[in-house]
């Protein structure tokens, strides 16, 4: 795609402005922008679909627009909760109908047990921290120990005081000054501009007896142990970003404190306080009573956090629906369940009273949806959805007509087989708007995403859903992993008649390209042995290896990296704890689509995890879901999940499997019977 789009330039004398690209993610942002403007200079906009509505968004909207937080979102449904207190009756239908569902609790007990003896949320709370005082302090080691561990942990980037900070480093500083009683800011914009267009946020500011002392933490941890691209560029991009700060700090008069993770003895804290002292700041030591409350208040949904999360997915899902009337769709569903026959009753056997319980499910999730959007309009928000509903509702046209400069003739789409009906009319409407020529391109072998709304009908049908739209175009030859593989891939696959029938060729030859690795099904951390075993087998092999390990699930790479074996690293790399100088990444499956390494490592291949059933998680979803294809084949999106982890090497594959055939994955006991031959060859796979 790069080589087309140096074409348009170089060639046909297309200007770069006149060109914009989409991808889905921000990972596949990144990496197209490297090809297209840091290796080959052409100056071309690469965009995901949410960042280009953003940027129309922003360029005609009468007043600054925040995008709403995660955390903020929670709020929201949060304190639609708190208001239920005046309505006793309400929440007790609240917990009646989204208490359980299928063996989970969306609402804790300790919630249901104790919310009506109170008359507001707030002596509920208080009720709530002397319930979950009193629980830590019976368990060994006390209040204190549960400080000790929720503070150490490496996993959570909150604060002691619930801000979301960027890094490990940073919520060691934040908690270091709110432990000894220190007041600080985070990021708070500094009165002075670094330039014209630039606002500078420290990352702590203090005003201590009418002064102000700003921290600066420069920390990229363990980033430097690896030496994969990725990383390489994001040190950088961060070194940049860093010198442009110490030179500015150079000519303030402002007093700044400068942290460093590589401080010679190791211990940036200690640093810190330091250089507090120096200033003549006193240090409070607070008790663990005052950081315990803290903790706790800043987790006012600690019994229904569960619930809030379904109601942030539904609102999600219901806003990619593109309704076009909320009331219409809320109204249409409720007659849909009027007169359905259910297939499974949750609430009762009777029919009348299945219908009349989901009736009143809907009806509440119409009104948190509504104080939900009440409060993004009051105070001028707009969430990740509403990045593309807006552009493509409102936008689009007039940005065409009042930005004359925006100008767009060539609309480039990545990875189409991926595209969702929201982001297809917002890719329609910006071609027919700009009268703009469409390239997408795609791979209906890769179409994984149809829980989060992909259709892959969209892409089978290109040529009828744009005018004098062609859908002929092959790209018939990988230069990425062998034949061999190609051959394997390419018949499990087709086990799939509904996928296109493509040949394709490779330049390169590898016999025996996946190596079915097998552990003791009895032993739980054998699994995690065996990828470390393979991890120092390919080091030893070669040790500039870049090496990729999937799952099927995060939860198998978060057990992963808490063994013995593996700690996670920064963003997606993992660290082989005695091998630290491996460059490895762990992903998921789906993360890893359009990524390549030298070696690829896939585990989690037990019967029980993959491939995925695909349970929806709520009967609500039953009602309000993202349409895609039923197809003829069983798991036709899991095989083709497969194929995607199977195809993201350059050399081999070892599927790590159990060594009882009872608990291996089909789709591996499929691939282990293939008997094939290549160019005279037999390949076989792998057993080992």
């Given at each position: 795609m790069a080589a087309k789009v140096k074409y348009l330039v170089d060639k046909l004398n297309v200007k770069p402005e006149e060109i914009i690209m989409l991808t889905f993610t921000k990972k596949s942002s990144e990496d197209l922008d490297e090809k297209v403007n840091d290796i080959l200079d052409l100056g071309i906009q690469v965009s995901t679909f949410h960042s280009l509505g953003m940027k129309f968004i922003k360029k005609l909207y009468p007043y600054p627009i925040q995008v709403v937080g995660?955390?903020?979102?929670?709020?929201?449904?949060?304190?639609?909760?708190?208001?239920?207190?005046?309505?006793?009756?309400?929440?007790?239908?609240?917990?009646?109908?989204?208490?359980?569902?299928?063996?989970?609790?969306?609402?804790?007990?300790?919630?249901?047990?104790?919310?009506?003896?109170?008359?507001?949320?707030?002596?509920?709370?208080?009720?709530?921290?002397?319930?979950?005082?009193?629980?830590?302090?019976?368990?060994?080691?006390?209040?204190?120990?549960?400080?000790?561990?929720r503070l150490n942990s490496d996993e959570l980037l909150y604060t002691i005081k619930g801000e979301k900070v960027k890094s490990i480093g940073e919520v060691r500083i934040a908690n270091f000054l709110y432990q000894n009683g220190i007041d600080y800011t985070y990021e708070k914009i500094f009165a002075e501009k670094v330039n014209e267009d630039t606002t500078y946020q420290p990352d702590f500011t203090i005003e201590y007896q009418g002064n102000k002392i700003f921290i600066e933490y420069f920390g990229l941890s363990t980033c430097?142990?690896?030496?994969?691209?990725?990383?390489?560029?994001?040190?950088s991009k961060y070194n940049r970003t860093r010198r442009i700060k110490e030179k500015f700090q150079e000519t303030s008069k402002e007093d700044f404190i400068n942290l460093d993770y590589k401080t010679p003895d190791g211990n940036f804290i200690e640093q810190l306080q330091k250089e507090l002292l120096k200033r003549n700041i006193e240090?409070?030591?607070?008790?663990?009573?005052e950081i315990f409350d803290r903790l706790l208040d800043n987790?006012?949904?600690?019994?229904?956090?569960?619930?809030?999360?379904?109601?942030?997915?539904?609102?999600?899902?219901?806003?990619?629906?593109?309704?076009?009337?909320?009331?219409?769709?809320?109204?249409?569903?409720?007659?849909?369940?009027?007169?359905?026959?259910?297939?499974?009753?949750?609430?009762?056997?009777?029919?009348?009273?299945?219908?009349?319980?989901?009736?009143?499910?809907?009806?509440?999730?119409k009104e948190i949806y509504e104080y939900y959007q009440e409060y993004l309009t009051?105070?001028?928000?707009?969430?990740?959805?509403?990045?593309?509903?807006?552009?493509?509702?409102?936008?689009?046209?007039?940005?065409?007509?009042?930005?004359?400069?925006?100008?767009?003739?060539?609309?480039?789409?990545?990875?189409?087989?991926?595209?969702?009906?929201?982001r297809f009319l917002f890719v329609k409407r910006l071609v027919e708007y700009f009268d703009a020529k469409l390239l997408s391109v795609g791979d209906d072998w890769q179409s994984i995403y149809a829980f989060a709304g992909s259709r892959l009908e969209l892409f089978n049908k290109f040529s009828d859903m744009f005018l004098n739209g062609k859908d002929n175009m092959y790209l018939s030859t990988t230069y990425r992993y062998g034949q061999e593989l190609v051959d394997i891939t390419s018949k499990f696959i087709l086990e799939n008649d509904e996928q296109s029938v493509k040949e394709i060729k490779s330049i390169k030859h590898l016999n025996n390209p996946i190596d079915i690795c097998e552990y003791s099904s009895n032993d739980r951390y054998a699994e995690f042995e065996k990828i470390h075993?393979?991890?120092?087998?390919?080091?030893?092999?070669?040790?500039?290896?870049?090496?990729?390990?999937?799952?099927?699930?995060?939860?198998?790479?978060?057990?992963?990296?808490k063994s013995k074996y593996f700690t996670k690293g920064i963003e997606d790399a993992i660290i082989c704890n005695d091998l630290s100088d491996a460059q490895i990444e762990a992903l998921t499956m789906h993360r890893s689509k359009?990524?390549?390494?030298?070696?690829?490592?896939?585990?989690?291949?037990?019967?029980?995890?993959?491939?995925?059933?695909?349970?929806?998680?709520?009967?609500?979803?039953?009602?309000?879901?993202?349409?895609?294809?039923?197809?003829?084949?069983?798991?036709?999106?899991?095989?083709?999940?497969?194929?995607?982890?199977?195809?993201?090497?350059?050399?081999?594959?070892?599927?790590?499997?159990?060594?009882?055939?009872?608990?291996?994955?089909n789709f591996v006991k499929e691939i282990a019977k293939y008997d094939m031959s290549v160019n005279d060859k037999k390949l076989a796979v792998n057993k080992g």
């Amino acid at each position: 795609m790069a080589a087309k789009v140096k074409y348009l330039v170089d060639k046909l004398n297309v200007k770069p402005e006149e060109i914009i690209m989409l991808t889905f993610t921000k990972k596949s942002s990144e990496d197209l922008d490297e090809k297209v403007n840091d290796i080959l200079d052409l100056g071309i906009q690469v965009s995901t679909f949410h960042s280009l509505g953003m940027k129309f968004i922003k360029k005609l909207y009468p007043y600054p627009i925040q995008v709403v937080g995660q955390d903020e979102q929670k709020s929201i449904i949060c304190n639609y909760i708190k208001k239920q207190f005046a309505n006793k009756e309400k929440l007790r239908k609240i917990i009646e109908l989204f208490q359980y569902y299928d063996n989970k609790s969306y609402i804790a007990r300790g919630f249901v047990e104790n919310y009506y003896k109170f008359p507001t949320f707030d002596e509920y709370f208080l009720d709530y921290k002397k319930r979950k005082f009193k629980l830590e302090s019976g368990k060994p080691g006390g209040i204190h120990q549960y400080l000790i561990n929720r503070l150490n942990s490496d996993e959570l980037l909150y604060t002691i005081k619930g801000e979301k900070v960027k890094s490990i480093g940073e919520v060691r500083i934040a908690n270091f000054l709110y432990q000894n009683g220190i007041d600080y800011t985070y990021e708070k914009i500094f009165a002075e501009k670094v330039n014209e267009d630039t606002t500078y946020q420290p990352d702590f500011t203090i005003e201590y007896q009418g002064n102000k002392i700003f921290i600066e933490y420069f920390g990229l941890s363990t980033c430097y142990n690896h030496n994969n691209e990725l990383i390489k560029r994001a040190i950088s991009k961060y070194n940049r970003t860093r010198r442009i700060k110490e030179k500015f700090q150079e000519t303030s008069k402002e007093d700044f404190i400068n942290l460093d993770y590589k401080t010679p003895d190791g211990n940036f804290i200690e640093q810190l306080q330091k250089e507090l002292l120096k200033r003549n700041i006193e240090l409070r030591k607070k008790s663990d009573q005052e950081i315990f409350d803290r903790l706790l208040d800043n987790n006012l949904n600690a019994e229904f956090y569960k619930f809030i999360d379904l109601m942030i997915k539904f609102i999600d899902i219901f806003k990619s629906m593109l309704v076009d009337n909320d009331d219409y769709m809320f109204n249409k569903r409720i007659k849909e369940i009027n007169m359905e026959e259910f297939k499974y009753n949750w609430y009762s056997n009777k029919r009348e009273i299945e219908a009349t319980k989901r009736i009143e499910g809907i009806k509440i999730l119409k009104e948190i949806y509504e104080y939900y959007q009440e409060y993004l309009t009051e105070n001028h928000m707009i969430d990740y959805s509403d990045m593309i509903n807006l552009s493509y509702r409102h936008i689009i046209k007039d940005v065409k007509n009042k930005y004359p400069d925006i100008n767009y003739k060539y609309v480039i789409v990545d990875e189409y087989q991926d595209i969702t009906f929201q982001r297809f009319l917002f890719v329609k409407r910006l071609v027919e708007y700009f009268d703009a020529k469409l390239l997408s391109v795609g791979d209906d072998w890769q179409s994984i995403y149809a829980f989060a709304g992909s259709r892959l009908e969209l892409f089978n049908k290109f040529s009828d859903m744009f005018l004098n739209g062609k859908d002929n175009m092959y790209l018939s030859t990988t230069y990425r992993y062998g034949q061999e593989l190609v051959d394997i891939t390419s018949k499990f696959i087709l086990e799939n008649d509904e996928q296109s029938v493509k040949e394709i060729k490779s330049i390169k030859h590898l016999n025996n390209p996946i190596d079915i690795c097998e552990y003791s099904s009895n032993d739980r951390y054998a699994e995690f042995e065996k990828i470390h075993q393979i991890v120092h087998q390919l080091y030893e092999e070669n040790a500039n290896s870049k090496i990729l390990i999937l799952a099927r699930t995060n939860s198998c790479l978060n057990e992963l990296s808490k063994s013995k074996y593996f700690t996670k690293g920064i963003e997606d790399a993992i660290i082989c704890n005695d091998l630290s100088d491996a460059q490895i990444e762990a992903l998921t499956m789906h993360r890893s689509k359009g990524l390549t390494a030298d070696q690829v490592i896939v585990f989690g291949l037990r019967q029980a995890l993959f491939p995925s059933k695909g349970k929806s998680s709520h009967w609500i979803f039953d009602y309000f879901k993202l349409d895609s294809i039923l197809e003829k084949i069983p798991f036709a999106e899991e095989r083709r999940l497969f194929y995607v982890a199977l195809t993201r090497t350059k050399n081999k594959v070892y599927l790590i499997v159990p060594d009882k055939n009872i608990y291996k994955s089909n789709f591996v006991k499929e691939i282990a019977k293939y008997d094939m031959s290549v160019n005279d060859k037999k390949l076989a796979v792998n057993k080992g």
